[in-house]
């Protein structure tokens, strides 16, 4: 499977945009790219999801590079509610079931200070 | 509401006693799937059902059982627990999609094991 690296951490101030990065130099054309996050002492969450184009939904934004070889998620205002670890995963849809599979990584963990 | 529930959410137990924990989600999805949950290791998955009558090992499945005998329930059990089998475990629930489709997945708010 195609991994991603992410920081381990992150900061941020209430009100402030955040960005966080995700590495994946070794996507396949068929890899989808998904965000998930998981707050304190919850199931994780989904955020979003891309393969080639900028993405916005109602919680984040995703900025995907030309060569889809890293990808950021954008919270345009942290809030104390989003502090949570963010997982950056690649999934393959032409793979069958064993491909519904999330593969985590140890994320990044975002700190969100008031 | 849109939602996976899982039950009981947190659970003691001994060595050997054999227990279940459910897993119902109310939105006719095709696909679910447990998780376990360990520090230093992320997210591991253990079964996984594809629909009804059909399910499938994850990367960890040893010494765990599942059924699907309902779209709604996936239950995970566990015949004779063990204190490695200590973790917090997550269901989650997807819609199958075609070819070159994803959708969420939902997971529930997780139970957490402890086998003495």
Redesign the interface.
């Known amino acids: 499977d195609a991994k991603t690296t992410q920081p381990n951490s992150m900061e941020s101030n209430e009100e402030e945009p955040v960005h966080l990065p995700c590495n994946h130099s070794t996507i396949s054309g068929t890899d989808y790219i998904h965000w998930y996050r998981q707050l304190p002492s919850q199931g994780p969450e989904y955020v979003i999801h891309g393969l080639t184009s900028n993405v916005n939904n109602r919680m984040a934004s995703l900025a995907i590079a030309e060569d889809r070889k890293s990808s950021t998620l954008i919270l345009h205002r942290a809030t104390l509610r989003d502090a949570a670890v963010y997982y950056c995963i690649l999934r393959d849809l032409n793979s069958g079931g064993s491909n519904y599979k999330l593969t985590f990584g140890k994320g990044t963990l975002l700190t969100v200070n008031p | 509401e849109a939602q996976?529930t899982q039950n009981p959410r947190y659970l003691i137990t001994v060595t050997g006693k054999k227990l279940t924990v459910t897993c119902s989600q109310n939105m006719n999805h095709e696909?679910m799937?447990w998780?376990r949950q360990d520090p230093g290791l992320?997210?591991r998955?253990i079964y996984?059902s594809?629909n009804v009558e059909v399910t499938?090992k994850?990367?960890v499945p040893e010494g765990y059982k599942v059924s699907r005998k309902e779209k709604r329930n996936f239950p995970l059990i566990l015949e004779s627990p063990s204190p490695n089998q200590t973790s917090l475990y997550?269901c989650?629930s997807?819609e199958?999609?075609g070819?070159?489709?994803?959708y969420?997945?939902?997971?529930?708010?997780?139970t957490r094991l402890t086998v003495t």
């Open positions: 996976v696909y799937s998780y992320g997210l998955q996984y594809m499938d994850g990367d997550f989650a997807s199958v999609a070819q070159g489709v994803t969420e997945q939902y997971f529930g708010p997780g």
